[in-house]
């Protein structure tokens, strides 16, 4: 059953991915009618939208994408929303579904330690090479 | 027939760069002067082979001669004609050969200006012969654009609709410029290695700036076009090809500085070495990211494994190479300058430090999901949280210190009266903060301290300007391009901290209030282009019930392409954008709009261009000195302001 449902999720996406490799066309998102009308709920489904990758788009969020993927995300999110699930939570169920992929903001895990540590390796190693060459250069100088 | 002409001064042009290649490395020695000669005029001759090659190509894109597969697949004869030229470079194959052509302009520039000693020049035209022989042979080999096709095809494919624009007409020229700038940079260190020979920084600092000036230019056409093209309000994406134009730019700031010091006081001699490699390096990565097909995007118009595989080799030989001749050849040179630690060098140093971190944390970004993904099949997105988190905090810190150096001197100087004459552009921070936080709504910590740091940039630039009457253009140079990154700042925390936005269905004669803007729908009509038909919106900007100015958002349609649109309006008033872009047909000529008002948006490319007037105010005083530079006037001691 499960893996049932999995290969029809990859097979719409596939086909979502395809149409929309063929034509990376920035037509609009068009969420007109898929607003809260509370603003502070709109804006935590919008920052939610940002936070989320659009997978058949060239880097851009579900927030600023016109593909229908998109939209469809942007719909299941407010759907959470309105059935009282947390941030957390729809996070949660879309990773469970397409992978730590669809977050703009990509996890801290192991596999990704080097990622966030390395510009402050490399600032860190840096300033220690700059330290050692003033103080060498400083020496000379006295 | 023409086809076969630009094929057969494609390959004099290969035969051309080869005897560069072999006679500018034999004048390296110190008498082989006829080798030197050959070199010059070979540079010179693939300049006119390759011109004639590109000359070819566009004469058959702009008289559409379909029986050149290129012009087939990429072109169309409704196109209008300014389309018909950039479709030469708006494709892998005619880009490959644009990179090839500005990669022959340097190189003639590089033998015409004969900067610095023979033998360096000899070796850097040896250098730069050996890049021209690989790319030409990856032209014919693997991305010919003159290949037939029979029969011809009636009409052509057309070009994507995204790319007929005229700021992405002139970005890829722009951006390829700057790529291959470095190259000059990178031949001269290269030859530098070889010979031994000092003054290099000197020889090179014009084509470093010329490179600079130009990857500026290039990535603010391209942000500016992704703001009014792609119809979300955003500038930059952190999408991996901007990321892959961005690493070139720190690396060639960073050596701009790193190099000042090096010809200056004789700092840093290897470590300038390394940056110009690096440089260039990362200009290759950065061509092998978008033409590999490695990211997919509306930038990888080439998806063909070999090409990406011979592109992969090309780099590894020529980073490989640069990298060993600096190992076996950098430990000769002699280092050690003296300086105290206060002074200008230092500065300059943890300059390099801070854009080395910023430029290793997009390096990262762009290449770990990658690396992840063939490494353990784990699929991760880096997207602009990531660098939120990283890049901005080290960049920030940079920008802090950036006002300091220009006010210390060289060798050894006194920070407390540096510090001191920089009252005035704290109190200017100061005020920027406040202004933020009494006025601006909603406040914001990040936009308070971006003001602050705007002020601080821009007062500083200023005082620099006052203080320093007769300085050199060298001075002002500096002042305009840190006052332009204060300038931008501005305009990115403007942008991003207050902008709106609105989403709305409207109907005929129906009245929109956007922020400060009252707009009224006047209905879409029918529209036809050149090679495309529109839904023009008529949206009128009220000012009471007189009418300020008419918007145009379309939708456009091209029938060759198959393709959907869109096109922007924005209303500007040099402060703030109104930007609107048209949504679908909601029926009964009601239709979808996306409104966004962005305070300072024109800030961020403005600042672009006043950093590439700081490059050319440097490059004019470059070339006007002819003699050698005097020596550095003492520490400048600047006094407290009154």
Redesign the interface.
Known sequence: MKSGRGLKAATVFLLLAMTS?A???????????E?FSDPATEARARNLQR?L?CLVC????ID???SDFAGDIRRLVRQQIVDGKSDSQIEDFLVARY?????????VQP??W???L???L??GV??A??WV??????S??A | MIGELGQLALCFALALSLVMAVSGLMGARATALAARKTATSSALGMLVFVGLAFGTLTYAFVTSDFSVMDVANNSHTLKPLVYKISGVWANHEGSMLLWVLVLAVYSGLVAVLQRGGERLTSAALGVQGLLASAFILFILFTSNPFLRLDPAPFEGAGLNPLLQDPGLAMHPPMLYAGYVGLSAAFSYAAAALMVGEEGWARAARPFMLIAWIALTCGIALGSWWAYYELGWGGFWAWDPVENASLMPWLIATALLHSALATEKSGAFRTWTLLLAIAGFSLSLIGTFLVRSGVLSSVHAFASDPTRGFFIMVLIALAIGGALALFAVRAPTLQGGAAFSSISRETTLLLNNVFLVAACACVFVGTLYPLVLDALNGTKISVGPPYFALTFAPIFFALLLLVPIGPRLGWKRADLKAAWQALYPALGLAAVAALVVLAIVSPRGVAATGAFAVAGWLIGASILDVRKRKGARASAFAAALAHAGLGITLMGVAGTTAWRSEALTVVAPGQKTVVGPYTLRFDGVTREKGPNYIADRAHIALMDGDKVQAMLLPEHRFYPAEGQDMNDTAIHTTGWRDLYLALGDDRGGGRFALRAYVSPLAPLIWLGGLVMALGGFLSLWGRLRMKEPAPQPAAPVMAQAAE
């Not at chain 1, 992978?99 to 996890?107: H, Q, R, S, Y």
């Not at chain 1, 060459?133 to 400083?138: C, G, L, M, P, W």
């Open positions: 490799a034509q990376i066309v920035p037509v609009l998102a068009a969420p007109a009618g607003t936070q990758r060239a880097g851009e969020s600023d994408s016109g992978g730590d992929v669809i977050l703009m903001k990509p996890p596999d990704t080097l990622l966030w390395a510009p402050f490399v600032l840096g300033g090479v700059a060459t003033v103080k060498k250069a400083a000379r100088e």
